[in-house]
T-cell receptor
Framework: GAVVSQHPSRVICKSGTSVKIECRSL??????MFWYRQFPKQSLMLMAT?????????EQGVEKDKFLINHASLTLSTLTVASAHPEDSSFYIC????????????FGPGTRLTVT | GQNIDQPTEMTATEGAIVQINCTYQ??????LFWYQQHAGEAPTFLSY????GLEEKGRFSSFLSRSKGYSYLLLKELQMKDSASYLC???????????FGSGTQLTVLP
């Protein structure tokens, strides 16, 4: 149990385009979903915390107009990178959390974004 | 603020024991997680400590001292497949947000 999927796993796009990444909890309802970004050889940096039906809470330095998060249901959250630029190229990882398992976060497999 | 410190790199020999230390300064601390991450993959859960003491799970054990803001991950009978990055993460706040350390890249040599 506790499987989280992400789609797509890899995406290459041109500078200026928008990219949507989906995060789904497949066999449980996630009270909260988190979005992280990881640059090469660095650790995971929390971008935002998302609760179903409410606005996401963004970490300091993360532009909410550039990284649009929609948490439409208890099993789906989406991250849209608006007008992507090469510096947005990174590994984006989501996690889903349920209060029923000690608040443990279950991580998706990640999405490798490359902006050319 | 949140601050998690762990060594950047460690090297050990197959079959040996290695201890990866982590110190933290986290307001609203709930507990401490350890994750394993192979290159290009998402982190996988190893352990979660809330109370002081040692939690043993097979070849992996994790220790927590809340008063000292200190944790360690102990890996026994090292295997080549244990070569990976090990992430220490502090959980804090009502949302149980995770603050990750920089990760310790462990290399297991034959």
């Amino acid at each position: 149990g506790a499987v989280v999927s992400q789609h797509p796993s890899r995406v290459i796009c041109k500078s200026g385009t928008s990219v949507k990444i989906e995060c789904r909890s497949l066999d449980f309802q996630a009270t909260t979903m988190f979005w992280y970004r990881q640059f090469p050889k660095q650790s995971l940096m929390l971008m935002a915390t998302s609760n179903e039906g409410s606005k996401a809470t963004y970490e300091q330095g993360v532009e909410k107009d550039k990284f649009l998060i929609n948490h439409a249901s208890l099993t789906l959250s989406t991250l849209t990178v608006a007008s992507a630029h090469p510096e947005d190229s990174s590994f984006y990882i989501c996690s889903a959390q349920t209060i029923h398992q000690d608040y443990e976060q279950y991580f998706g497999p990640g999405t490798r974004l490359t902006v050319t | 603020g949140q601050n998690i410190d762990q060594p950047t790199e460690m090297t050990a020999t197959e079959g040996a024991i290695v201890q990866i230390n982590c110190t933290y300064q986290t307001s609203g601390f709930n507990g401490l997680f350890w994750y394993q991450q192979h290159a290009g993959e998402a982190p996988t859960f190893l352990s979660y400590n809330v109370l002081d003491g040692l939690e043993e799970k097979g070849r992996f054990s994790s220790f927590l001292s809340r008063s000292k803001g200190y944790s360690y991950l102990l890996l026994k009978e090292l295997q080549m497949k244990d070569s990976a990055s090990y992430l220490c993460a502090g959980s804090s706040g009502s949302a149980r947000q995770l603050t990750f350390g920089s990760g310790t890249q462990l290399t297991v040599l034959p």
